[in-house]
């Protein structure tokens, strides 16, 4: 079936870096743009960043611009967040989604926890 | 980023009519529209309307968006015990280029 499997999150320590992992089955990942979303514990949902297609053009939120990088490889059809220089602010739940116009295909999430 | 504004909550009653708001701007709601999507607690959230206010596939009925300039509208008929939920809208900024979202209102179902 269409689905969206994140991996990657752990517990780390302010400053350093995590890579996580977006696997993408049941459908032609190379037709759609994927999001990364996350949601700090017991609030909203904020938008981090979306690649495209062909992986050009990336887009980020102010908040995550120069510390995380958005990356695709179409040939495992995965999307990858590189996250650099954490702090405690990045704490929370992080979900891909599928933009098909509009988010409509969602991963679990997976917890990332940034703490000394 | 500036986001979309929505109430933090709204309370009805069971088979009642819920109407939730998104108000966002020119550069966003006004432009493309606002897609709406529902989280229940500890789940992901679920696509309920297109920015151009169309249901995807499996979406009851019930749930219809609507948009009058920068302010975009889901309607909830029929109110059931498993609406109660977390409603969020989202809109692409063409101003910010970025994804913006409401802060998300909590439907509470008495």
């Not at chain 1, 695709?72 to 979900?95: F, I, P």
Request: hydrophobic fraction near 30%.
């Amino acid at each position: 079936q269409v689905q969206l499997v994140e991996s990657g999150g752990g517990v780390v320590q302010p400053g350093r870096s995590l890579r996580l992992s977006c696997a993408a089955s049941g459908f032609t990942f190379t037709n759609y743009f994927i999001h990364w979303v996350r949601q700090a514990p017991g609030k909203g949902l904020e938008w981090l960043a979306f690649i495209p297609h062909n992986g050009n053009n990336k887009y980020y939120a102010d908040s995550v611009q120069g510390r995380f990088i958005i990356s695709r490889d179409n040939s495992k059809d995965t999307v990858y967040l590189q996250m650099n220089n954490l702090t405690t602010e990045d704490t929370a739940v992080y979900l891909c989604a599928r933009e098909d116009n509009d988010f409509d295909i969602w991963g679990e999430g997976t917890m990332v926890t940034v703490s000394s | 980023q500036a986001g979309l504004t929505q109430p933090p909550s709204v309370s009805k009653g069971l088979r009642q009519t819920a109407t939730l708001t998104c108000t966002g701007n020119s550069n966003n709601v006004d432009n493309q529209g606002a897609a709406w999507l529902q989280q229940h607690q500890g789940h992901p959230p679920k696509l309920l309307s297109y920015r151009n206010n169309n249901r995807p596939s499996g979406i009851s009925e019930r749930f219809s968006a609507s948009r009058s300039g920068n302010t975009a509208s889901l309607t909830i008929s029929g109110l059931q015990p498993e609406d109660e939920a977390d409603y969020y809208c989202s809109a692409w900024d063409s101003s910010l280029s970025a994804w913006v979202f409401g802060g998300g209102t909590k439907l509470t179902v008495l």
